[in-house]
């Protein structure tokens, strides 16, 4: 197998990850102040993210500085999981089968002596038993948001995309028992054999191993409305809606890592898409006698949709795999002073996974330290209550995130960062408000 092959093999994993940030995946978009905040906003938000969060925000009580005008401009955030490197294994298995195709192109086994190419294969077969199984994920969105909420009748109009990435490796019995034969080999004359075994009529590596590649993607544009409702108690009711047009996508690209060649991971075999309209619906309820506390459940996605992906590659047992876009409901409490925020949020549905990775259902906790309005500091921590050992990917188990915000002459930066022992990630944001 040539350089060209696995070089074409990282084409399609960084090709995979990055040119599809038009689009959002099934997990729900976070701006990020919510990142920092280990994913909250259903009773915290501010009107710029309230469509993201729960569109009842809009119309709950703000603070002087943002309850006449908010923009997101833009809103990026990213997590990886790749503990095992999966990218790097691919770009040292290219290293030797480069290494290997040299050898054997110069070997003669009438004179030569056949150890490093033996010492080779056996490499290969080692980094090959090791890439077996291993996966990666990526996750990225995108967030562009404007609102003028209004107790009276708030009205915002947003779009935000997101996706999530999945890679495996996958070894062959049929690679390992050739490169053992070849590893193994007793004599030159025996090495040739194996090698000939092993290799096509141009003499490069003929491997069957292969890797999969699967996507899931989820676009959004809407307008959100909301209003507030004064009870007889002293407690204030916010109810919102955001009617929204959806376009969900999938890719699904399994190929031989002697296959690559064919440059086919971006054809329209490899992809489906669907769309439709859609809606979420939010409250929030605020009482207390400083109306210091808010209690908000949102429902998204409340029309249904499945999207099936290609499956074009049957003889590598590639199968159907269905994207689920099925109703979700969150609720949050929040605790709001002069200078903090506390919340707690639980979703109280399952998120299900596509690709090589977890089913979610996250139970966090938030905190946002205020100073005056110009400088926010944020921490927080989120569990996934729908982790399991059988699932089919990466685990997403325990995420710690904190971050920063600053306001400065009405133009607002925050950041934002998240780890755990299987992800990181980090969130930008640029927006204003007045």
């Known amino acids: 197998m040539n350089h060209l092959r696995l070089t074409k093999l990282s084409a399609v994993i960084g090709l995979t990850?990055?040119?599809?940030?038009a689009f959002a995946g099934p997990q729900n978009f976070s701006s990020a102040r919510s990142f920092a905040m280990g994913g909250t906003g259903v009773a915290t938000a501010h009107p710029a993210e309230a469509a993201a969060a729960n569109p009842a925000m809009m119309a709950a009580n703000q603070n002087d500085w943002s309850d006449d005008f908010g923009l997101i401009l833009p809103s990026v955030n990213a997590r990886v999981a790749d503990e095992q490197k999966v990218v790097d294994q691919v770009d040292d298995i290219q290293s030797?089968?480069?290494?290997?195709?040299?050898?054997?192109?110069?070997?003669?086994p009438a004179t030569d002596n056949p150890d490093n190419i033996k010492s080779t294969a056996a490499d290969l077969r080692d980094r090959l038993v090791a890439f077996d199984q291993d996966k990666m994920r990526a996750n990225l969105g995108l967030g562009l948001a404007l609102s003028a909420p209004s107790q009276a009748l708030a009205v915002g109009a947003f779009t935000n995309a997101t996706l999530v990435t999945t890679i495996e490796g996958e070894l062959s019995g049929q690679d390992r028992t050739l490169l053992d034969d070849i590893a193994n080999a007793s004599s030159a004359a025996d090495a040739q054999t194996a090698i000939d075994a092993a290799t096509d009529s141009n003499g490069n590596l003929n491997l069957t191993s292969k890797g999969k590649v699967l996507a899931a993607a989820k676009a959004e544009v809407g307008l959100s409305f909301a209003r507030q409702f004064e009870l007889q108690n002293g407690a204030n009711l916010q109810?919102?809606?955001?009617?929204?047009?959806?376009?969900?996508?999938?890719?699904?690209?399994?190929?031989?890592?002697?296959?690559?060649?064919?440059?086919?991971?971006?054809?329209?075999?490899?992809?489906?898409?669907?769309?439709?309209?859609?809606?979420?619906?939010?409250?929030?309820?605020?009482?207390?006698?400083?109306?210091?506390?808010?209690?908000?459940v949102v429902a998204r996605n409340l029309i249904p949709m499945e999207l099936d992906s290609a499956a074009s590659r049957p003889d590598l047992g590639e199968k159907v795999r269905t994207?689920?876009?099925?109703?979700?409901?969150?609720?949050?409490?929040?605790h709001t002073g002069d200078f903090h925020v506390l919340t707690a949020e639980l979703d109280l549905t399952k998120n299900k996974a596509f690709g090589f990775e977890d089913d979610t259902q996250w139970l966090a906790l938030g905190a946002?330290?205020?100073?005056?309005?110009?400088?926010?500091?944020?921490?927080?921590?989120?569990?996934?209550?729908?982790?399991?050992?059988?699932n089919d990917g990466i685990e997403e188990k325990t995420q710690f995130t904190a971050g920063f915000g600053l306001n400065l002459m009405g133009v607002r930066l925050d950041l934002a960062g998240l780890y755990s022992k299987a992800d990181v990630g980090a969130a930008l944001e640029l927006g204003t408000s007045f």
Do not use: H, M
Request: glycine share 8%; net charge negative; no cysteine.
């Open 368 to 390: 946002e330290l205020d100073a005056w309005r110009y400088a926010q500091l944020r921490f927080g921590v989120r569990q996934n209550l729908a982790s399991n050992d059988n």
């Open 96 to 108: 030797v089968i480069d290494r290997f195709d040299q050898q054997v192109a110069a070997f003669n």
């Open 239 to 296: 109810v919102g809606v955001s009617p929204k047009y959806v376009q969900l996508k999938t890719f699904q690209y399994t190929e031989t890592v002697s296959g690559f060649e064919d440059n086919n991971f971006d054809s329209d075999n490899n992809t489906t898409d669907k769309s439709g309209f859609n809606l979420d619906l939010g409250t929030a309820y605020t009482f207390g006698e400083s109306q210091q506390w808010n209690l908000g």
């Open 17 to 21: 990850i990055f040119s599809s940030t």
């Open 323 to 334: 994207l689920e876009l099925n109703p979700t409901v969150t609720a949050g409490i929040a």
